[in-house]
């Protein structure tokens, strides 16, 4: 869950950067109470446990304790939703950056049609620094998008069939007979399969951010390159 959480934090964080560009609206301070508070909820979800009402069990091929049969059926469908919330806060976050960055594509070449054609020193510096500027923004927002898809594609099953176990063995529907339960090769193949995530997630991020510094160095010196033509056009002129 902290995982998720985590991703859900980077998108809020992303999404209020760009709204507010010219604000300072998150602080130090502010993501801080922010993770104070996520983890104060997966305290709350992992407390219960520890009560007789809430029975845990071994699980061997997944090498981790979880809830047991007969759980009330409250608690996963609680867990069940703050988990489809996570997610929900998520999409819409890249549905609304993706309709600011669609309203600055419309927007940007019609400020570039109406500016002065006196300005022809000024234009290329705006043109590169914004499209720099914007350019490193869409690689974060794309970065955050790719871990999300990543956590659902590697986590995704396991989380599907815990939640799916933990509702059909739930206080509520369990039967006798009818008990459900994976076999040890599904276990292993989703609990392996969840591993992977934390060993890509790094390299993704560092191979993302070395290409948004070699895009942000290349956009620096041609910057410099037209500055210094223009001025050699006007020394000569």
């Known amino acids: ?19 507010f560009s010219r604000q300072m609206i998150l602080t130090m301070s502010h993501m801080l109470k922010f993770v104070a508070v996520l983890w104060i909820i997966s305290l709350c979800l992992a407390l219960p446990t520890l009560t007789n009402n809430i029975p845990v069990k071994l699980y061997k091929f997944r ?26 806060i998520c999409l819409i976050c890249f549905a609304a950056f993706s309709s600011m960055f669609w309203l600055v594509s419309r927007e940007y070449p019609r400020e570039l049609n109406s500016s002065p054609s006196n300005s022809s020193e000024r234009l290329p510096q705006a043109t590169t620094a914004s499209s720099c500027k914007l350019g490193q923004n869409l690689n974060l927002v794309k970065l955050v998008f790719l871990l999300l898809i990543l956590f659902i594609f ?37 609990t392996l399969l969840r591993f992977v995530f934390p ?4 390299l993704v991020i560092t191979i993302e951010l070395h290409v948004d510094i070699r895009e942000s160095c290349l956009h620096q010196k041609l910057s410099s390159a037209m500055r210094f033509l223009l001025l050699s056009v006007k020394r000569y002129e």
């Open 1 to 19: 869950m902290e995982l998720l959480m985590s991703i859900m934090m980077m998108a809020i964080e992303r999404i209020i950067t760009l709204r």
């Open 63 to 88: 090498y981790v304790c979880d809830i047991d049969s007969k759980t009330p059926m409250l608690y996963p469908i609680v867990r069940l939703l703050i988990f489809a919330g996570c997610l929900l």
């Open 154 to 190: 590697f986590d995704g099953p396991y989380i599907i069939l815990n939640f799916y176990t933990q509702l059909r063995n739930s206080k509520e529907l369990f039967e006798e007979d009818c008990f459900f339960e994976t076999g040890p090769n599904v276990d292993s193949v989703l």
């Open 199 to 202: 060993l890509v997630a790094p």
